[in-house]
């Protein structure tokens, strides 16, 4: 295969402060259609030096590790390769020669359900035709809600997909497999130009977690818009889907933030309101306490996520900073309209 070692010069990657433009908070525009609050930027986990030169450094790592992963011959490494790769959630863009790759990775194993779900994502990430991938992900495995919605550049399911993604036994976004899969594939890869810059294992640990942070979760946009303005014929097909994705088995806050908001739409003055409604209140306490703590927690919350899910990892690094994680029934948060659906929100002030 024959892999390219230089970008595309018209392609740039953002440059940005902090955490990467998405996880885990998701990406931004993804959690505003979710009605959800994102979480913290970063806490300080290396010293200013480090973390400067980190981010100075993360588009050069990203294509490094692609270069390296995507001239390897095993599934594990072309999945990861495909998933560094593929269009981020700012610029919409691949790194050049990806669908070589992502050809690659389809023609070896290209039976394997999960290597059909990382190509359906890649699919949906950009604006070009990309073959049949959605209809032999959902052939291949109809049982997740979550690969009904995966339709390329990232549209919403027409009645007949609603339908589908509603009757499916569960929902899972694959994120446990992906950062798995990323996890072993970056582990103890330095950053670049190791011999020029102090503190290697630290900016190298800085860019292992971003890398992993930029990969995008599916987009959820279409469904929303489809369940938001949905009419009588598809309000129970919204419902049940709603039901499958707030208990999403990898945990996956954007799911359950856009399952819960379903929910709370369509079944007014009920106790799944009610739980929606106490699930939305977690979150935003759990994203106010990272947000208010100085400690390490992100390194640390890729690795409990793998293990179990990221709702239960983002408990737990709450309550490894000596805090409950669920707030007191009299808890109000910084935003009270952080607790509302879009629809309910005041708008800000014209400025």
């Not at 230089?6 to 402060?17: E, I, T």
């Not at 810059?197 to 979760?217: F, K, N, T």
């Amino acid at each position: 295969m024959n892999i390219p070692t230089q970008r595309n010069s018209n392609v740039r990657l953002p440059r940005l402060g902090g955490v990467g433009p998405r996880r885990f908070a998701v990406s931004a525009i993804l959690l505003m259609a979710a009605n959800a609050c994102p979480l913290p930027s970063r806490a300080a986990e290396t010293s200013p030096s480090v973390e400067q030169t980190a981010q100075n450094q993360r588009d050069e790592f990203r294509q490094n590790q692609w270069v390296r992963l995507a001239g390897a011959e095993d599934r594990d490494s072309l999945i990861a390769a495909v998933l560094l790769g593929m269009p981020d959630a700012v610029e919409h863009v691949a790194i050049n020669g990806h669908a070589e790759v992502e050809q690659g990775l389809a023609s070896r194993f290209g039976q394997d359900p999960e290597v059909l779900f990382v190509l359906a994502l890649a699919c949906q990430m950009q604006d070009e035709p990309c073959g049949p991938t959605y209809d032999r992900l959902t052939t291949a495995e109809p049982d997740n809600a979550v690969h009904w919605l995966l339709l390329p550049n990232g549209v919403g399911p027409n009645s007949d997909q609603l339908k589908s993604a509603a009757a499916a036994a569960y929902a899972d976004t694959h994120l446990r497999m992906v950062v798995r899969i990323l996890r072993a594939a970056l582990a103890g890869q330095p950053g670049p130009h190791p011999a020029d810059q102090g503190d290697s294992e630290a900016r190298g640990s800085a860019l292992r977690v971003d890398a992993i942070e930029r990969v995008p979760l599916p987009k959820f946009a279409g469904v929303m818009s489809t369940c938001k303005r949905s009419e009588l014929e598809n309000r129970n097909d919204c419902v049940r889907l709603g039901r499958l994705l707030s208990a999403d088995r990898d945990g996956t806050i954007l799911t359950k933030m856009i399952g819960s908001a379903m929910l709370r739409r369509f079944l007014k003055g009920t106790d799944e309101e009610r739980e929606a409604i106490q699930m939305r209140r977690e979150y935003v306490w759990l994203s106010e306490q990272l947000e208010a703590s100085d400690g390490s927690y992100k390194a640390q919350l890729q690795s409990d996520l793998e293990k179990m899910g990221e709702w239960a990892a983002l408990q737990q690094a709450i309550e490894r900073l000596g805090k409950s994680s669920k707030p007191s029934p009299d808890w109000t948060p910084k935003d009270p309209q952080a607790l509302l659906l879009s629809e309910e929100r005041v708008p800000a002030p014209a400025k």
